[in-house]
């Protein structure tokens, strides 16, 4: 099985909300990230856990926070996001990299957020 | 530093024709590369991989690739394209980290009838 799950599919927010995305696999993998990507444009990598730790930061702002509370789960937890924050955020899985190592990423469906 | 470029932002082609979308790649060791494919509104589904070994790679749907390092490129070709095809293609090289991907800019692919 190489699925990844998101829910949900769809979320429409308000500047003030917060609001959780939530991701899972059950394909062993150690690595998880997170993805924003904007219409016609290439995914911009977030966040990198690497065995429930956060390995990668791309110096992305404080009202996304990211959470892995176990190998196969990963959150990203939003709050105050501000209308440009509307994308298509996707989750990835991976196996953790070995020495340099770049292992194929498995890819969930994404969630479509709209902040109004 | 890793980049990738897809030198064409989007290509037509007609149902049955051949395929071919182009991906250089700047990295000094040996690249592991990737080829994925965007339906709207979907993620991406991984269509082949190359890590080492024999330099045409074959992946899902058809397709093939194939790694010239002479060139830096990793070509992605398909004979006969459907219909189906069309969608967003992105490659993409693994960084030195391993668990950095750098992705190009994304090929649009218009099938006609």
């Known amino acids: 099985d190489t699925e990844v799950t998101q829910t949900p599919k769809h979320l429409v927010m308000g500047m003030t909300n917060k609001k959780s995305l939530k991701c899972e696999q059950h394909?062993?993998?150690?690595?998880m990230y997170w993805y924003k990507q904007k219409a016609k444009k290439p995914p911009e990598l977030m966040f990198v856990y690497s065995y429930e730790k956060l390995s990668i930061n791309e110096s992305v702002p404080s009202r996304f926070s990211p959470e892995c509370p176990n190998s196969s789960l990963l959150n990203l937890h939003l709050h105050a996001l501000q209308p440009e924050d509307s994308a298509l955020y996707l989750c990835a899985s991976s196996q953790d990299s070995l020495a340099g190592v770049s292992y194929e990423q498995y890819f969930g469906p994404g969630t479509r957020l709209t902040v109004t | 530093a890793q980049s990738v470029t897809q030198p064409d932002i989007h290509i037509t082609v007609s149902e049955g024709a051949s395929l071919e979308l182009r991906c250089n790649y700047s990295y000094g060791a040996t690249p592991y590369l990737f080829w994925y494919v965007q339906s709207p509104g979907q993620g991406l589904q991984l269509l082949l991989k190359y890590f080492s070994g024999d330099t045409l790679v074959q992946g899902i749907k058809g397709f093939e690739a194939e790694f010239k390092r002479s060139q830096s490129s990793f070509n992605l070709r398909k004979p006969s394209v459907h219909w189906s095809d069309a969608a967003e293609y992105f490659c993409?090289?693994?960084?030195?980290?391993?668990?950095?991907?750098?992705f190009g800019t994304g090929t649009s692919l218009t099938v006609i009838p």
């Open positions: 394909m062993g993998h150690r690595a």
């Open positions: 993409a090289v693994g960084g030195d980290t391993g668990n950095q991907f750098y």
